[in-house]
T-cell receptor, first 112, second 110 residues
Framework: NAGVTQTPKFRVLKTGQSMTLLCAQD?????MYWYRQDPGMGLRLIHY???????AKGEVPDGYNVSRLKKQNFLLGLESAAPSQTSVYFC???????????FGQGTRLTVV | SQQGEEDPQALSIQEGENATMNCSYK?????LQWYRQNSGRGLVHLIL?????REKHSGRLRVTLDTSKKSSSLLITASRAADTASYFC??????????FGAGTTVTVRA
């Protein structure tokens, strides 16, 4: 039982490049979340999903897109990376409301 | 903007002392959760308190919730060096968002 797995763990991008971060969970959870963590800012919600085929915007969605084609996977895309998107990205999943969330180990992304 | 704010931003205590941190939130919640993060790793869930509860205990953790003031507190009793970490409150909101604050960094000195 792997829990929540994020791929890749580290990545360096050049400004303007695109990439996709993958979050996979094997716990059959309905809800999945993408956050970014910057020093002094805590975790800020980018996008989230409450079920397969559904997505919704969080607190800082600009510059990111997401897809939830399969229940177990939640993809975060950066179409044209900017230095301001340098951050640590965390994915989380949970069964539903009023339940605890389980986090991945994070993806450290640097945009130069 | 973020839903929650923690206070203080940082806390340094001696081993064996108690650590108290506070969280304020802005909008209605289903429950309030506390998480812990060690050195930039993924967050780990500590405790969940529902909106109709006022106090909850789990081991050395005590959480209170005051929905009239939109605030919560986390107390860690008899702290240990291993409690050194960042602690975050998370608002489980009615629109399914799970929104975190900026966190409190706790350092426990031996």
């Amino acid at each position: 039982n792997a829990g929540v797995t994020q791929t890749p763990k580290f990545r360096v991008l050049k400004t303007g490049q695109s990439m996709t971060l993958l979050c996979a969970q094997d716990m059959n959870h309905e809800y999945m979340y993408w956050y970014r963590q910057d020093p002094g800012m805590g975790l800020r919600l980018i996008h989230y999903s409450v079920g397969e085929g559904t997505t919704a915007k969080g607190e800082v969605p600009d510059g990111y897109n997401v897809s939830r084609l399969k229940k177990q996977n939640f993809l975060l895309g950066l179409e044209s990376a900017a230095p301001s998107q340098t951050s640590v990205y965390f994915c989380a999943s949970r069964p539903g409301q009023n339940t605890e969330a389980f986090f991945g180990q994070g993806t450290r992304l640097t945009v130069v | 903007s973020q839903q929650g704010e923690e206070d203080p931003q940082a806390l340094s205590i001696q081993e064996g002392e108690n650590a108290t941190m506070n969280c304020s939130y802005k909008t209605s919640i289903n429950n309030l959760q506390w998480y812990r993060q060690n050195s930039g790793r993924g967050l780990v869930h500590l405790i969940l308190i529902r909106s109709n509860e006022r106090e909850k205990h789990s081991g050395r953790l005590r959480v209170t919730l005051d929905t009239s003031k939109k605030s919560s507190s986390l107390l860690i009793t008899a702290s240990r060096a291993a409690d050194t970490a960042s602690y975050f409150c998370a608002s489980d909101m009615v629109d399914y968002k799970l929104s975190f604050g900026a966190g409190t960094t706790v350092t426990v000195r031996a």
